[in-house]
């Protein structure tokens, strides 16, 4: 069972204003680190769990007691502009201003006294963050509730449970996550003849696992997470029913040494390959599209010893493959 997370004391960072590109507020932006997708923009890996998704959205630390005040008292179009505040209007500004200046609560829900500026250095506001790699506008826009007050070094009240936590920070990962091609070696390469057996392997000692890290670091708030995707089994598909799979099902599993099938040698061509494919019929003037794709084993590991497994993770890619009408050949 892992420990409770200690969320630590943060970095030094200075508390500031702004927003980046994606609207998502400087003190709550996660920082990824590993292999992860160029520019930040999601990953090449796909869940194989149709039922799983990376988080929507989460709740994250926002501003200091002071810059929130200042934020909040600017004027009603600014603070409408406040995570959470979006769907407020007309008499429930006054109350959100109450709950906020003069100790106005509710159940399970204190109210603060002048924004907390007394305690300003020692804990953050919260507020909602939207995940902008979710398509889905209305899950993107869930996290709806008031910012919150969280101590430096404390967890966030339970009731938040999509507050930023090291098992969302692995969803985060996963999705950045980026892997490798999964251009497979054959033999022959690219041509190959009818009812002539194609080996297909690829090398462990470069097809190894991949890492991926996000990390949140604000004043009085650190957590990260790292997955690590390890390959598991290679899925050929012929791009056309006219062909055989070796093995029948198609699905080449992973040897001892992180390899996947076994390089051809001479003297092999009568052999049927450990992982392969043999065509039935003529590509005539055109190409097959040969499907490769691996399927990665993904686990989890992040602060306070937290951890366990993610659904497994896919990647394929295509390349072309010229039969040609040859019944049999020297090799």
Not at 273 to 297: F, M
């Amino acid at each position: 069972m892992a420990e409770p997370v200690d969320y630590g004391q943060g970095g030094d960072a200075k508390e500031e204003g702004g927003s980046d590109s994606t609207g998502i507020y400087a003190a709550a932006k996660i920082q990824y680190s590993g292999s992860v997708a160029a520019g930040g923009s999601t990953g090449n890996v796909t869940s194989a769990d149709v039922n799983w998704t990376p988080p929507a959205c989460w709740y994250a630390p926002y501003l200091g007691a002071k810059d929130f005040k200042a934020k909040m008292s600017k004027s009603i179009e600014e603070s409408l502009n406040t995570p959470g505040m979006g769907g407020t209007a007309g008499a429930a500004i006054s109350e959100v201003q109450r709950h906020y200046e003069d100790d106005y609560g509710w159940t399970d829900t204190p109210g603060y006294k002048d924004y907390n500026v007394d305690k300003d250095g020692d804990g953050m506001f919260w507020a909602g963050v939207e995940n902008p790699n979710e398509p889905d506008a209305l899950k993107r826009m869930s996290c709806t509730d008031l910012p919150f007050w969280v101590d430096n070094g404390e967890a966030p009240p339970p009731q938040y449970e999509q507050a930023i936590s090291p098992e969302i920070l692995a969803g985060l990962a996963y999705q950045h996550m980026q892997l490798p091609g999964t251009k497979v070696t054959l033999a022959p390469a690219a041509n190959t003849k009818v009812n002539l057996p194609t080996w297909a392997w690829l090398d462990g000692a470069v097809f190894g696992e991949v890492q991926a890290t996000a990390a949140l670091n604000v004043p009085g708030f650190n957590i990260q997470a790292t997955t690590t995707a390890k390959p598991v089994s290679l899925k050929l598909e012929p791009g056309t029913e006219d062909a055989e799979t070796y093995p029948a099902s198609g699905e080449c599993v992973i040897n001892a040494d992180g390899s996947i099938g076994e390089p051809y040698a001479t003297g092999k061509s009568s052999q049927s390959p450990p992982c392969g494919i043999k065509y039935l019929r003529s590509s005539g003037d055109g190409t097959y599209n040969l499907r490769a794709t691996i399927t990665w084993d993904i686990a989890w590991t992040g602060t306070g010893g937290a951890g366990g497994d993610l659904p497994n993770g896919t990647f394929g890619s295509e390349q072309a493959i010229t039969v040609q009408e040859i019944q049999a050949v020297n090799r």
